[in-house]
């Protein structure tokens, strides 16, 4: 939800956005007195709207490492692997490296998943540009 408001709020016409699919459900969901929305719905609305869409289940991803706080790192890997912001995979690393204290080898190994995935992805943003 959050993601579909920012897309409508704050991205340039048809921009690029790249999803975590797994939802963070508010205090209404958990407690019975909303309903979330379909996540397939939600990237259906953004798709309407953004140029490009890269949506995938990050947490997930990030679980399987064992380091489930490094969902965003799978994002900016899969942001660096798209290839559409002018920062080298090297650089993102030597980032990681000097600036996450604990677990580099798991954010290095999320970093490098991320970057697969936008790197598959490219192909076909590079056909609508």
Known sequence: MECLRATINFLKIRGIVI???RPIYPVEVLIGK???PDVNN???LIKKIA???LAFDATKIAE???LPIATN???IGALIGLDVIPLKKELLIEAIRESIPYNIEENIKAFNEGFSIGL???LSLNSLL
Do not use: M, R
């Open 42 to 44: 939600i990237v259906s």
């Open 51 to 53: 140029k490009f869409v």
């Open 19 to 21: 999803i975590n699919t």
């Open 120 to 122: 598959k992805e490219k």
């Open 64 to 66: 399987d490492i064992g």
């Open 34 to 36: 909303a309903k979330y």
């Open 73 to 75: 790192i799978v994002l």
